[in-house]
Nanobody
């Protein structure tokens, strides 16, 4: 397993921006496909964005054009730049690392968007 620690969440007004970071414990970070998920109260966890080891990105329709996922393998870190935030983006955001049978999650970071 790989340990993941998210940071960067907080309270922001609608229209604002936040950048989430997720640092992985393993120096072999570059071999993992990474993703951000979110879970709002009373709702299922959903995929927000993902990035493969080769840098291919994928976004949920509800964040296309607003959020950007990126990774820095030298820093063992994946980022989620969130712009144009709306109250519906309020959720706990989780970092995920996958490779084969390895499926690791961080503890989550709260994002709250006020109207």
């Amino acid at each position: 397993q790989v340990q993941l620690v998210e940071s960067g969440g907080g309270l922001v007004q609608a229209g604002g921006s936040l950048r989430l970071s997720c640092v992985a414990s393993r120096s072999t970070f570059s071999i993992y496909d990474m993703a951000w998920y979110r879970q709002a109260p009373g709702k299922q966890r959903e995929l927000v964005a993902s990035i493969t080891t080769g840098g291919t990105t994928n976004y949920a329709d509800f964040v296309k054009g607003r959020f950007t996922i990126s990774r820095n393998n030298a820093k063992n870190t994946v980022y989620l730049q969130m712009n144009g935030l709306v109250p519906e983006d309020t959720a706990v955001y989780y970092c995920n690392a996958k490779r084969g049978w390895i499926d690791s999650w961080g503890q989550g970071t709260q994002v709250t968007v006020s109207s």
